[in-house]
């Protein structure tokens, strides 16, 4: 159950779904806060919402945590995730050149 909220969190932020990315990421929250949760996926499920949190914000024009980001995109040693958060940091630099 929290693999499919985490993919279909990642998924819909990718497509730019914000209100199913939110409904994702809570399901996600629920799953952790289940006795049943393993402690092994509950504090990688952790990183995945903090990380889906930020992508979130991006997606509703909040444009801080851009040094988090930042710091994901060179830590990570998944090419899959770089594209993601790659997508993310583009967003915001965007977003950022927008507002100037």
Known sequence: RGLVASNLGTACLQKGDRAGAAAALEELKQVIRSRHCKEKFREKARR??????????????KRGRL??????YENTKSPFHKLSVGRFLEKVRR???LAV
């Open 67 to 72: 040094k988090e980001l930042e710091q994901d």
């Open 48 to 61: 995945i919402i903090a990380y889906q949190q930020i992508c979130l914000d991006v997606l509703n024009g």
């Open 95 to 97: 977003s950022k050149k």
